[in-house]
């Protein structure tokens, strides 16, 4: 176990009643009738939020050209009148305009920043590039799903400067242990998409958290093999494993994170409520966080908003 | 386009009626109704098909533990009496044996091989650790699907010392110009979860073709930029498409290509009947080709065995 605490050094403000949340479509095009629900969840919660011109773009499977998407989320960071930012989507797209942003630009506007599934691209950039802590939580079209737990969740994560602990209730430890490191959370798919490219995330001494959904259990066992062979884990300090959706039984996913991670002896704990179902946790990525099967909880060290 | 073309120095022994042909199952298990007329099949063009204990091993979706998998492969290779090895099926698990293989003992023991899909992974190995000339070609499962012109040319390229040329006939340029280097040639996917692993493809100076099955567009184009982002077609020198099969329509895969590949300035010419539909060309691996997108052709400059 790592004895210090990396430092986090740009904390993005907490959010208050009336703040003015920036919508951005960096992956792909969305549902109108899913996107008006979660605005107004936003609402609910007393944020204002900010529909950009150009967010209604499409082009094919993209929310338009890649400089479209990349100039619409650089802009939202950088006016000041935007005080934190929400992804209207996933899909697919992110990581193409990872080229297209400049890090040392966005770095000088920290702001609370929440997206989750392909929007991963981007939370491994703004934290590893960036130095920020981020959120992996839910996007505008899936917060209007109906579940209170995901929106109690949300509102608490981006209000409060208190640190968060996850307790996985029915959780099963894989691999018995205790450690800490800046926590990483994202979608298995894009991690393993970002693998052998500039933006492959590094994961020594983290506590990363991996979700997926639609990915046969063959695929999730290539993907973790080839992050393996790629040496992604090399150095890891501990994995938390969230929900697999419509990927086989939680059984095979745990078994094949189980063979596929053999040997590296660390602590392994499935269960964790991120993900895309049911309640989806909005998890502060860059923060201090240490993971303990023995008490199946991940419990983050320092407040993620200042 | 480079001068001088590298030497094939591994070349295996062309085939002849009565030969014995090992089946191999280093992916997936696999049905036994395709797997009986493919050894009909090969029966039927003279072949003697060689099927060893433990080849119906099941383990998941894997045909046996990776040991047994690698073993069994490795003993086709050194076995005096096996002339050719022919992949049962493709699915999944053939990346996971190539830490089990020794490329030397591999080496010394050239031998007709065939495979796709899956089996991209042994390819690239085969051709790049052990500078053997493999085929990408059906495997056993497929052979029995009544495709006739995938028998006839399965058939002479294992039997023939006469190097191949391919004309896509309704082939559609989608950069056009002429290029030549070592021929590649496999499962887009593959190629791609080999990213960042040392077992990476080498692509520099390459004529590459590929062809993918069951991948919607949106994740063709993931692929495609991750290959990007990661540098492998940095110094490629053509490429060839094939089947996308159920990958969306083929003018959209061709436009994918063409954004994907943008500033390359190499030939690129879709259209050739190599993978998981219609006729599966046998092509030789490891032997220099040259794309021509004025012809609409790819032409193997050298005979694939002696």
């Known amino acids: 176990m790592p004895s210090s605490i990396v430092p986090q050094t740009n904390l993005p403000r907490a959010l208050k009643p009336g703040d003015r949340i920036g919508i951005a479509a960096p992956a792909s095009p969305f549902d109108g009738k899913s996107f008006e629900a979660g605005l107004g969840v936003l ?10 011109e150009g967010l209604f773009e499409k082009n094919g499977f993209l ?23 929400i992804c209207a989507r996933g899909g697919y797209g992110s990581m193409r305009i990872l080229p297209l942003l400049d890090a040392d630009v966005l770095a000088k506007h920290p702001k609370v920043f929440v997206g989750f599934s392909d929007i991963t691209a981007l939370i491994g950039f703004l934290v590893q590039r960036c130095g920020m802590t981020v959120f992996h939580g839910p996007s505008v079209t899936t917060l209007g799903d109906g579940n209170l737990q995901t929106r109690e969740h949300l509102m608490a994560a981006l209000t409060r400067a208190e640190p968060l602990t996850l307790t996985a209730e029915a959780g099963r430890t894989i691999h018995s242990g205790r450690a800490q490191g800046p926590f990483l959370c994202g979608n298995l798919t894009l991690f393993c998409h970002l693998t052998g490219t500039p933006f492959q995330p590094d994961l020594k001494d983290r506590i990363l958290l991996i979700e997926d959904r639609g990915e046969a259990p063959y695929r999730i066992d290539r993907m973790l093999t080839q992050m393996r062979m790629a040496g992604c884990f090399q150095g890891l300090a501990g994995l938390a494993v969230g929900a697999f959706t419509d990927c086989g039984s939680s059984r095979q996913i745990n078994e094949i994170v189980a063979d596929r991670l ?17 309640v989806n946790m909005t998890l502060p990525v860059g923060v201090p966080a240490r993971l303990d099967t023995a008490s199946k909880t991940l419990s983050f060290l320092n407040p993620a908003v200042r």
Chains 1, 2 share one sequence.
């Open 63 to 85: 929310a338009g050209t890649d400089r479209h998407r990349a100039d619409q989320l650089t802009r939202l960071f950088t006016d000041p009148e935007i005080d934190g930012i």
């Open 43 to 52: 609402e609910s919660m007393g944020f204002n939020p900010v529909v950009p």
């Open 262 to 278: 053999s040997g590296l002896d660390i602590p392994i704990l499935a269960g964790f409520d991120a993900g895309h179902e049911g």
